[in-house]
């Protein structure tokens, strides 16, 4: 999945947030890392999804994407999440 292709363009987040965007096998994945030392909580935003599950890996736990949308907390500058998005539109990669 690191070697796969990055998806430009295709999310945009509105807090102190990096993110990457990746396709492989499939799937999308979201890779998000916190920026600051403080805890935030971002909004991932990815319309062409649409409805969708997130999972968030070797977390134990999902997050369900509504209209596209789905936010997510992060403690501190050390906190990051990997997420698969699945369930949803593919955005028409291939």
């Known amino acids: ?3 796969a292709p990055r998806v430009d363009g295709l ?3 509105s807090g ?3 993110t990457l965007t ?3 096998n499939g799937s999308l994945y979201l890779f998000a890392g916190n920026q600051t030392a403080a805890s ?3 909004r ?3 319309p062409c999804v649409g409805n ?3 999972t968030v890996l070797d977390e134990n736990r999902t997050i369900p994407m509504s209209g596209g949308v789905f936010t997510d907390s992060f ?3 050390t906190s990051y999440h990997l997420y698969r998005i699945g369930g949803g539109s593919t955005c028409g990669l291939n």
């Open 1 to 3: 999945m690191l070697n």
């Open 11 to 13: 999310t945009t987040v």
């Open 16 to 18: 102190a947030v990096d």
């Open 22 to 24: 990746k396709w492989s």
């Open 40 to 42: 935030t909580t971002a």
């Open 44 to 46: 991932f935003s990815m």
């Open 52 to 54: 969708a599950t997130v």
């Open 75 to 77: 403690a501190n500058d």
